[in-house]
């Protein structure tokens, strides 16, 4: 069956960085667009980042553009996220988001039909 596995989620300190990484396995990995959305307490998912089945055409949220990195391995089934000079908006849980149909992704979560379980991601001083 499908799984999605997130990892690499912890504490930082404004300004820090960390790296997500997400293995996927039970599908066709190379044949869908991957995104990672995120959740912070009390709100609704908010689309983070996205990337192409290929790997090409990665598409940020204005709030993370320029200091977040898509990438993704067809290889090793893997998806990861770089994240630079994180703030402590940036607090949520992350999760790994599997488009349901074509090779695109886009911002609306509706159309992710496998999440994983997600990762903490806790920016503070």
């Known amino acids: 069956q499908v799984q999605l596995l997130e990892s690499g989620g912890g504490w930082v300190q404004p300004g820090g960085s960390l790296r997500l990484s997400c293995a996927a396995s039970g599908f066709t990995f190379s044949s869908y667009a991957m995104s990672w959305v995120r959740q912070a307490p009390g709100e609704g998912p908010e689309w983070v980042s996205g990337?192409?089945?290929?790997?090409?055409?990665?598409t940020y949220a204005d709030s993370v553009k320029g200091r977040f990195t898509i990438s993704r391995d067809n290889a090793k089934n893997t998806l990861d996220l770089q994240m630079n000079n994180l703030k402590p908006e940036d607090t949520a849980l992350y999760y790994c988001a599997r488009r349901a149909n074509g090779p695109y992704s886009v911002n609306d979560t509706r159309t992710y039909d496998y999440w994983g379980r997600g990762t903490q991601v806790t920016v503070s001083s």
């Open positions: 990337i192409h089945a290929t790997g090409e055409s990665p």
